[in-house]
């Protein structure tokens, strides 16, 4: 809602959330008392109704001290992790920091097409200035370390790819979906088909790899989120909607499985 306002300076949008109460109650004369103030004077923040309270959304700034040298308790040595998107941005940065921290096998899943590693020492020959090349220099330098890399060829929002390549992985301790950043795109030169597409595998791919790791018992599944689900910058409204159902995703998931989701 608030990218939509940053494009259209003529409209106002509220988030008003509501638990409906008991008909008769005193809650319900509550609500109906503070619902209507609301709605002739729409409030810039989010607005949440629970029984007699009238709750707003508000922002804490925290202040993180440096880390130290200790491996977070939710990694392990030698753990298996699947990081979904993991060719680029965001997941690559983050399979790099696993494999060199704690050895680990990663299991990077894209859509980009990658060579099979029977084919790197070819492409590190004939295409040694590629981009590909480049990764795979990355990669047996990961390995150089002590972790493993698996590049997995698949549509992460497809069910069936991604059964499949569990059946070849098997049990994993944690989960990252990192998809790619979807370009900037105002809404009035909407880029239709393509933005519709990557938001729908972003947000099914979440579905996905929930329904098939979600009950193996995982450390932990992240969902990478930007901060435009709550600045909801001009022209990102699909990355808004996208990190908005990631955060609200991953709340639910960790109050109803226990799973550590983020």
């Given at each position: 809602?608030?990218?939509?306002?940053?494009?259209?300076?003529?409209?106002?949008?509220?988030?008003?959330?509501?638990?409906?109460?008991?008909?008769?109650?005193?809650?319900?004369?509550?609500?109906?008392?503070?619902?209507?103030?609301?709605?002739?004077?729409?409030?810039?923040?989010?607005?949440?109704?629970?029984?007699?309270?009238?709750?707003i959304?508000t922002?804490?700034?925290?202040?993180?001290?440096?880390?130290?040298?200790?491996?977070?308790?939710?990694?392990?040595?030698?753990?298996?992790?699947?990081?979904?998107?993991?060719?680029?941005?965001?997941?690559?940065?983050?399979?790099?920091?696993?494999?060199?921290?704690?050895?680990?096998?990663?299991?990077?899943?894209?859509?980009?097409?990658?060579?099979?590693?029977?084919?790197?020492?070819?492409?590190?020959?004939?295409?040694?200035?590629?981009?590909?090349?480049?990764?795979?220099?990355?990669?047996?330098?990961?390995?150089?370390?002590?972790?493993?890399?698996?590049?997995?060829?698949?549509?992460?929002?497809?069910?069936?790819?991604?059964?499949?390549?569990?059946?070849?992985?098997?049990?994993?301790?944690?989960v990252?979906?990192a998809?790619?950043?979807?370009?900037?795109?105002?809404?009035?030169?909407?880029?239709?088909?393509?933005?519709?597409?990557?938001?729908?595998?972003?947000?099914?791919?979440?579905?996905?790899?929930d329904?098939?790791?979600?009950?193996?018992?995982?450390?932990?599944?992240?969902?990478?989120?930007?901060?435009?689900?709550?600045?909801?910058?001009?022209?990102?409204?699909?990355?808004?909607?996208?990190?908005?159902?990631f955060?609200?995703?991953?709340?639910?998931?960790?109050?109803?499985?226990?799973?550590?989701?983020?």
């Amino acid at each position: 809602l608030k990218a939509l306002t940053r494009e259209y300076s003529n409209l106002r949008c509220g988030h008003i959330d509501v638990e409906v109460p008991s008909a008769g109650s005193k809650a319900e004369r509550f609500l109906l008392e503070h619902l209507m103030a609301d709605l002739t004077s729409i409030p810039e923040t989010a607005v949440g109704y629970r029984g007699l309270h009238r709750w707003i959304q508000t922002f804490e700034q925290l202040r993180f001290e440096a880390a130290d040298q200790r491996l977070p308790e939710l990694l392990r040595q030698n753990g298996i992790y699947l990081i979904a998107g993991g060719l680029s941005g965001v997941g690559l940065h983050i399979a790099g920091w696993l494999a060199t921290t704690t050895k680990s096998s990663l299991v990077l899943v894209d859509e980009i097409p990658f060579p099979p590693r029977e084919e790197w020492t070819h492409v590190l020959t004939s295409a040694a200035d590629s981009p590909v090349a480049e990764l795979i220099r990355r990669f047996q330098s990961w390995e150089q370390t002590g972790a493993n890399v698996v590049v997995c060829t698949a549509d992460i929002a497809d069910a069936a790819q991604m059964r499949k390549i569990a059946k070849q992985i098997g049990a994993v301790n944690g989960v990252i979906h990192a998809p790619a950043a979807i370009p900037m795109e105002r809404i009035e030169s909407n880029a239709g088909e393509d933005v519709t597409v990557a938001s729908a595998k972003a947000v099914n791919g979440a579905l996905v790899l929930d329904e098939i790791f979600g009950d193996q018992g995982l450390d932990f599944m992240i969902l990478c989120s930007s901060l435009d689900a709550i600045t909801g910058e001009l022209g990102q409204v699909d990355d808004a909607a996208i990190s908005s159902f990631f955060d609200a995703f991953s709340r639910k998931k960790h109050l109803e499985d226990g799973c550590y989701t983020l």
